[in-house]
């Protein structure tokens, strides 16, 4: 509502933030329902599902915006999805059962400085993309990089932690699991920033035509999501691997052949990417939430969101890091957007690719869940 009655862009910048803030606790919020509502083998459905649900939105979101749009009553598509979030809440009220741990929830402070430790290296790491000079660039990266140490280091010291205390741990399946949902992230994002842009600019795309061109990898990840998500025995770990893998193809696809094109020889690539993450991403999140340690188990399921999230704004600042040094920062003239379109994309590879490498080692790992169920002699 507050978007619905801005004044300037400036108000709707601001107040985008605090809907972002709510859509940020939907999200975390639904992992955890999701592992406290159903037994552990649907999980991988119900994931399903929920992608699902979000390549809906995608599709039909710009189209109902595009429809208030060119009536001149844009603030009525704001009013709209305000409405929406009331019958959400009352949906809420009256089918979610109380929670008996809500109020100890609640008492527990809110983890500001944390937060704007992620915020504030999203933000180093933004601001490196546009400034000058490589002593500078460096110096902001290197301060990215310290403030997720440090955040890191007193979230695990933390009496109410926002990550479980193995998070990112190469030795453990909810660690290594996270460090997949955030490489996955990190290569998925810059797809819709960026390739937009460069259909537009270097073939002539109508935006809405665009737009659409990139809906196909949300349509890719939820039709992957569906497909797989009732495989069994070796096919969950065998995905892991894979789907990463052809994340990584998808994008050096959608580098090499942006500039000569044709268009139709992008839908397969795209596609690919879209396709890659949603064939392994609900079984790394199986494998982040079935391995958390005692007591940790809505903490890492909470946790996938966060790092999803992150990795997201990650993927955008680097890509945004990329295309300025490929010249984006001084205009759109062909040069600078013929560089930046193939750069971008395959600059962002080793992402995926690195996610590959470590779900190897997630499938050398045993479960957590499936270690404790065996007697003494079997986990030795």
Not at 24 to 31: I, M, R
Not at 263 to 269: E, F, G, R, S
Not at 322 to 342: E, H, I, M, Q, T
Request: contains cysteine; hydrophobic residues 55%; glycine residues 12%.
């Amino acid at each position: 509502m507050l978007c619905a009655c801005a004044r300037s862009i400036g108000f709707v910048i601001a107040e985008r933030f605090v809907q972002g803030l709510g859509g940020g606790l939907l999200s975390a919020l639904a992992y955890v329902l999701v592992r406290n509502a159903f037994p552990e083998p649907l999980w991988p459905k119900v994931f399903g599902l929920l992608a699902g649900v979000w390549s809906v939105t995608v599709l039909t979101g710009p189209l109902i915006g595009g429809v208030f749009a060119s009536y001149g009553h844009w603030r009525g598509a704001f009013v709209m999805v305000a409405g929406i979030g009331c019958l959400l809440a009352a949906g809420a009220l009256f089918t979610l059962p109380a929670d008996r741990w809500s109020e100890e929830a609640v008492s527990r402070t809110f983890p500001a400085g944390r937060v704007a430790l992620i915020c504030g290296a999203i933000a180093l790491l933004s601001a490196a993309s546009i400034a000058t000079g490589l002593a500078l660039k460096a110096m902001l990266i290197t301060a990215t990089v310290v403030a997720f140490v440090v955040m890191m280091r007193t979230d695990r010291r933390a009496a109410a932690p926002l990550l479980p205390s193995d998070a990112f741990s190469l030795w453990s399946g909810t660690g290594a699991g996270l460090w997949m949902v955030l490489l996955m992230s990190v290569g998925y994002s810059p797809l819709a920033i960026y390739a937009p842009l460069f259909l537009q600019r270097m073939h002539g795309v109508s935006p809405l035509g665009a737009g659409y061109m990139v809906a196909l990898a949300s349509l890719a990840w939820t039709t992957a999501a569906l497909s797989v998500a009732s495989l069994s025995e070796e096919w969950p770990s065998r995905l892991i691997v894979i789907g990463p893998s052809a994340m990584g193809v998808g994008l050096a696809g959608v580098g090499v052949l942006m500039a000569p094109g044709p268009v139709a020889a992008l839908i397969l690539p795209i596609a690919m990417i879209g396709a890659g993450i949603g064939a392994a991403w609900a079984f790394v999140l199986q494998r982040v939430m079935s391995g958390a340690k005692s007591g940790e188990e809505n903490i890492a399921a909470a946790s996938a969101a966060t790092v999803q999230q992150a990795g997201i704004a990650l993927g955008a600042a680097t890509a945004g890091l990329v295309a300025n040094a490929s010249g984006l920062d001084g205009g759109l003239d062909p040069g600078s957007v013929l560089r930046a379109s193939l750069w971008v994309p395959l600059a962002l590879v080793a992402a995926p690719v690195a996610a590959g490498g470590i779900g190897v080692r997630l499938n050398l790992m045993v479960p957590r869940s499936f270690e404790q169920g065996l007697p003494a002699a079997g986990r030795d």
